[in-house]
């Protein structure tokens, strides 16, 4: 089967991969599958396929790795890891190309065409569907290093609601459209002048000086002593310093000249203020004026060039640039005209905001305001009220006039449109643009009374100063008419009201404030006196509650005479120096605005404790877009008649309806403060606090009152108010349990604050009901660690969350997952629990959290080492799971203990010898210095139920060593190799785990083979090697060396020399025959094994429908195969067994070498002994003594070789026997490895299959879960 992934689907297929030889010297770069599937690239226009199965996509994605200087130290490392952490490093891919890794990047560098980078995921060891196992390695990359490639978006095939009409308005705007727009380039944002001189720097550089002079003039008038007022005695003429200082001097005289010409009228209120205020606002406003006037020439004085390219590559107009340079303007110079008007109007906001201090208890219900539906609905009201008051606040912080009427602008809509606008901003986060024209759902009196509680709710200062800033500062805009000037209008009027006619409010206040601390108190005298005042001997009269309030104001009429209040209608850019009263107001409007001390009714003087300038406004529900005057005055409302609307009701029935600014009612305030005596007073008054207004009563947050009395854990508060509730229908009952505050919670995420009530009224709480965070009722009371009771009552949940199911199964667990994905198993730290959750519920044990945790992962991370032993001994956990970084539990342990302890629960479960001891290679792990360190534990039984456990630490390089030794001292035996080990660290930078665990498997299946070995099993080195903590390398080396010689004599001494050779050969040959068919089988079967886990690895569906996307998510996790999957286990199982195999083969091919060198010597022998015999040339007499001295050598050598094949007939008797005696027990040794192995597989299989059919259901049960609730 081919695999999923285009790119090793073609690289297997080309020619390229058998150009990689060897392949450990060779990396593979691998894209991501989805980003091949999903892509296409865009620069040669090929197909994606045709790209991928190039030569030089797959060469470049190939890395050369050279082999190391040394073995040994290339299985444990060269690099020193500390060294290279953080630098880069060049590697040459397979076309001669070469790529830069550097932190887990790799960059394309020397050859290749385009800059590419991609990030490294992790790594993966490849087995290719080959007879002869080949061992890649796979580094998966975020995206090619060839092409560009871009994502291929497909249309959804099935349309959802409503997906029809908007395609059709989409595809009527298309055509609709001129066709080369799709040329033009989409044009700029411009929010703020300063993002326009941003985005054009030539105009900034143009502009940029005088703008300097313009800021540096203005600030040098303002800090310097204003002039002396025209009625001084003495004026200096100042020397001329600027258009600012110009137009200072000209509003002066301006406005010396018309106070001159007014007439003083009879009626006019004596002046208590400064008489210059006036005076200085004005001259800033003329100064602001100016500046503004300045920079707008400025702008025009640009480059027209620089003007044509402002108007073709944005949207902006001439109106709205000068609105954005009067701003900008503003926010530069606010830090010095603000202040200065702050201190003219402090008097009137110091009296102003001391009224709204005292008007803080005020409820909405007592400002006039009929409210329909009851506290429920009053309870909507003030959470869409809220974010009013958040925009209103913002006043606080605006830098310019124009910010603040936006903020205004703003809070009127807010309050306007109060459903429409909280949906809104809860849905897309944004507000409506400030200019855009509102539909008021709202009438005038009821906007004025919900501005009242923004006001007096945001506690804001200098209200009136910000009054006269937007009023009187913006020249651009026209806030006189349209939105802006209803919204002012608007806001002056409460500011008015508040200042001259709202001593009901503050009465109102006290009262409630009374009310409210007499609800706290344990003592129920003052509240009874309040809330029955019949029955009490205290006398219902105002002035007890007036005690802070000014005497001379009781004496006063409660309200001031009606004023008419009009709208002004003015021109879009208006001068500061040409306010007169003819062409400020129309010719229907009386002129009594436009003298402050002077009003249209006949009032005393006494009546006015402070001096006002009104201006006259009008209120009204239609469309401001008209100018027509008349209709605006067709539905006037006088402030008089506010009053007498807004007017605080003090009744009893009232009173009992008031909250708090947390919108606490009087009940929860009692609930609250953990006063039983006033809660059962209070619901002893039905006629008040009736069933109904008891269900509603919830605050700011969605509290209910049995939710703040469990919160509290009061029992007498609880009880009370559950023998109140009992009294509704169960339906009541139910939608009241599930009542939401704003964290999403209800009654049944705070029942660990009242455990008992679980089993009271657990099977009305909605235990799969979630909170903003994802959290059950179950989940909260299994998050409650500190709870005394915690085992009773997260087994009491579980068993009463089961009950509530009613289909007769177990708990599914599924549904109590939070938003992290963290399921019971990962918060839960109980035993216990846990193991109850674990036998009797209905749980993915292997899920994982958002950081790709498993349940064993966060129990091994925070140390609870009983929550890893429970984990481990359940069949389903995959402990090989690994997270988003590749480590595994063991790593992620912080603790050494925690992490040992691991390390023997890994020991007890692998398969114990056949005289009860457990010895293994537990773990693995990189260090510093660029080595692996693998641990060794052995366990050895002592007790019924006891083990005495040994640990060492090994190198690869000492199994290396060990099996060269082994090797040495018996030559005739077979040995598993350990030459063939890749190292992990060729990719210093980033070392290859996955090749660490395949390091971890070939040791421990190498020490459980030679433990398990016929000849080897007992040898004292292989013990020592696993026994003894520091091993004595030299000393093992000498001591193989002694018993070599050993050997080698005893051979001598006790074999006979082999005289047949043909019966040796005939058993080796035999032998090697019936070894190489088990061969054979074993690559076959090791071929299927790693084909079946392929297979598995790649699932499709055909279809699936948008709606079961949750059922196909748990499908997947049911699906994808665990780390410790049982394919892989038999793979690694199968590829043990072929090494044993190979190493029998490699033994059997000794006899067949010996015989070889048996039969050589013997032929040097003989010709020896022929050359030594035959007659020979030389003259007798001559030259004896050379002659003699050849013949000797002759002989000498012939003995010589005849003794090696002695030596060798008697090694070859030696390795017949070792080998015959071996290969019994190999065959003995190779049934058992395969039925273990068989039947390991064979009960991992079926712990997989039934976990997936759990998974299955578990996908199944959600189908059906959508199924029915789109039916309902």
Request: net charge neutral.
């Amino acid at each position: 089967m081919q695999p999923l992934n285009p790119f090793l689907a073609a690289f297997f297929k080309s020619p390229v991969a058998a150009q990689c030889t060897p392949v450990h010297h060779h990396i593979l770069l691998v894209p991501l599958t989805d980003e091949l599937l999903t892509s296409r690239e865009i620069d040669s226009g090929a197909a994606a396929s045709e790209v991928i199965a190039s030569e030089e996509f797959l060469g470049s994605h190939v890395l050369r790795i050279p082999s190391p200087g040394v073995s040994s130290g290339g299985k444990d490392g060269v690099h020193n890891l500390r060294d290279v952490r953080g630098k880069a490093k060049q590697f040459s891919t397979l076309n001669g190309r070469s790529v830069v890794i550097k932190d887990s990047v790799v960059y394309s560098n020397k050859g290749f065409k385009t800059f590419a980078q991609a990030q490294i995921l992790n790594d993966a060891i490849w087995y290719p569907d080959v007879f002869e196992p080949r061992q890649w390695l796979l580094y998966f990359i975020s995206k090619p290093l060839v092409g560009a490639w871009e994502e291929v978006k497909i249309l959804p095939a099935v349309l959802g609601n409503d997906v029809n009409k908007k395609m059709t308005l989409d595809t009527k705007k298309v055509n609709g459209s001129d066709t080369a727009e799709g040329t033009v380039p989409k044009k700029k944002d411009i929010r703020s002048f300063h993002e326009l001189l941003n985005n054009f720097p030539m105009i900034a550089r143009q502009m940029q000086p005088g703008l300097e002079k313009l800021f540096l003039e203005f600030t040098t008038v303002f800090e310097k002593p204003l002039p002396p007022p025209p009625s001084a005695s003495r004026i200096p003429d100042p020397l001329p310093d600027g258009p600012i200082t110009a137009a200072m001097r000209r509003a002066r005289s301006n406005s010396f000249s018309i106070r001159n010409g007014k007439a003083i009228n009879r009626d006019s209120l004596p002046v208590t203020e400064d008489f210059y205020a006036e005076d200085d606002e004005d001259v800033m406003r003329a100064s602001l004026e100016t500046a503004v006037t300045a920079a707008i020439d400025l702008f025009q004085s640009v480059d027209k060039q620089q003007l044509s390219l402002l108007g073709a590559t944005t949207d902006l107009t001439g109106p709205l640039v000068e609105k954005l340079i009067e701003r900008y303007v503003t926010e530069n110079i606010n830090h010095l005209i603000f202040p200065k008007l702050s201190a003219i109007k402090r008097p009137e906001d110091l009296e102003l905001e001391a009224k709204i201090r005292q008007m803080e208890y005020i409820d909405i219900s007592q400002l006039g305001i009929a409210i329909d539906g009851g506290s429920r609905a009053k309870h909507d009201l003030l959470i869409q009220l809220g974010p009013a008051i958040e925009e209103f606040k913002k006043i606080a912080n605006a830098m310019s006039p124009g910010e603040m009427m936006d903020a205004l602008l703003s809070t009127t809509k807010a309050a306007s449109q109060l459903t429409d606008t909280s949906r809104t901003q809860m849905a897309n986060g944004k507000e409506d643009p400030v200019y855009e024209k509102a539909i008021m759902t709202v009438n005038a009196d009821t906007l004025v009374s919900l501005l009242l509680y923004v006001v007096i709710r945001s506690q804001v200062r200098n209200l009136q100063a910000r009054l006269v800033y937007i009023r009187n500062f913006i020249f651009i805009d026209d806030v006189d008419s349209g939105e802006m000037g209803y919204a002012l209008s608007t806001f002056e009027a409460v500011l008015a009201y508040l200042a001259l006619d709202s001593a009901g409010l503050r009465r109102a206040s006290r009262r409630n404030k009374a009310l409210w601390d007499a609800a706290k108190r344990t003592d129920l005298t003052e509240l009874k006196a309040i809330m029955e005042p019949n029955m009490s001997a205290v006398v219902d009269g105002d002035d007890d509650f007036e005690l802070d309030g000014d005497p001379n104001e009781q004496a006063r009429p409660s309200r001031l005479p009606s004023f008419t209040w009009s709208l002004q209608d003015s021109s879009s850019r208006r001068s500061s120096l040409a306010l007169t009263s003819s062409d400020r107001f129309s010719r229907g409007s009386g002129l009594g605005h436009v003298f402050p001390f002077q009003s249209n009714g006949n009032c005393e003087e006494g009546d006015f404790s402070l001096v006002k300038r009104v201006k006259r406004v009008a209120m009204d529900t239609r469309s401001l877009s008209s100018g027509s005057e008349i209709s605006f005055h067709s539905r006037t409302g006088s402030i008089g008649t506010l009053g007498s609307a807004i007017e605080g009701d003090v009744s009893v029935e009232r009173l009992a309806q008031t909250s708090n600014s947390f919108g606490e009612s009087v009940l929860m305030i009692a609930v609250q403060s953990g006063n039983p005596a006033s809660l059962r007073y209070l619901l002893s008054l039905s006629g008040y606090y009736s069933l109904e207004v008891i269900l509603q009563d919830m605050n700011n947050e969605g509290t209910t009152l049995l939710s703040a009395a469990i919160q509290l854990g009061h029992k007498d508060l609880i009880n009370m108010l559950l023998e109140r509730i009992d009294i509704c229908t169960e339906d009541q009952r139910v939608q009241y349990l599930s009542e939401q505050d704003i964290w999403g919670r209800s009654v049944g995420h705070y029942l660990f604050h009242a455990p008992s009530l679980i089993t009271r009224i657990g099977k009305l709480i909605p235990w799969r009901q979630r909170d903003k965070n994802g959290q059950t009722p179950l989940f909260a009371l299994c998050r409650s660690y500190d709870n005394e009771n915690y085992y009773d009552m997260v087994e009491a949940g579980l068993r009463v969350a089961r009950e509530t199911q009613n289909d007769g199964q177990a708990l599914h667990l599924d549904d109590h997952v939070d938003a992290k994905g963290n399921t019971l198993l990962h918060i839960i730290n109980d035993t216990r629990l846990a193991m109850r959750i674990l036998h009797y519920c209905d749980i993915d044990v292997n899920a994982t959290n958002e950081k790709r945790f498993t349940a064993l992962m966060v129990a091994s991370k925070y140390g609870r080492y009983d929550m890893v032993r429970c984990l481990f001994a359940d069949p389903r956990v995959d402990i090989a799971a690994r997270e988003m970084r590749g480590l595994t539990a063991v790593e992620l342990a912080k603790d050494d203990d925690v992490r040992n302890k691991i390390d023997d629960l890994a020991l007890f479960s692998m398969p114990a010898g056949r005289d009860g001891r457990i010895t293994g290679v537990v773990r693995a792990f990189f260090v510093e210095d660029g080595s692996v360190r693998l641990v060794l534990k052995s366990a050895a039984p002592t007790d019924h139920d006891s083990y005495t456990v040994t640990t060492t630490r090994r190198s690869l390089a000492e199994f290396e060593q060990l099996a060269h030794l082994l090797a040495e001292e018996q030559p005739a035996s077979w040995i598993p190799s350990m030459s063939d080990t890749r190292s992990p660290f060729q990719i210093p930078v980033k070392p290859s785990r996955a090749i660490l665990r395949d390091v971890q498997a070939k040791t421990d299946w190498f020490l459980r083979i030679m433990l398990s070995h016929p000849t080897l099993a007992t040898h004292e080195m292989l013990w020592e090697f696993f026994l003894v903590p520091e091993l004595q390398l030299e000393a093992m080396e000498q001591r193989t060396k002694l018993k070599v010689e050993a050997r080698i004599e005893r051979i001598k001494e006790e074999y006979e020399p082999i005289r047949d050779m043909r019966e040796v050969e005939q058993f080796v040959n035999h032998a090697r025959e019936m070894v190489r068919s088990v061969s054979y089988s074993t690559k076959s079967v090791t071929r299927r094994a790693n084909g079946v886990g392929l297979a598995i690895s790649v699932s499709s569906i055909k279809f699936l429908p948008q709606s079961h996307i949750s059922a196909l998510e748990a499908y997947v996790r049911a699906m994808a195969p665990t780390q410790a999957s049982p394919q892989a286990m038999l793979h690694n199982t199968l590829m043990a067994i072929q090494s044993t195999v190979q190493a029998l083969l490699s033994s059997l091919a000794r006899p067949t070498t010996l015989i070889s060198q048996i039969t050589a010597a013997k032929r040097d022998a003989d010709r020896n002994d022929s050359s030594a015999g035959r007659s020979s040339r030389w003259v007798l007499g001559l030259l004896d003594e050379t002659r003699q001295r050849i013949q000797d050598g002759r002989e000498k050598r012939a003995k010589k070789y005849r003794e090696e094949a002695e030596y060798l007939s008697r090694e070859l008797r030696y390795t017949q026997q070792t080998v015959a005696g071996e290969l019994a027990g190999w065959q003995d040794m190779h049934e058992k490895m395969g039925r273990r192995a068989i039947r390991e597989f064979a009960r991992a299989m079926v712990v997989q299959e039934r976990t997936r059919l759990d998974g299955m259901v578990r996908a199944l049960r959600k189908v059906r879960t959508q199924r029915s609730n789109v039916k309902s």
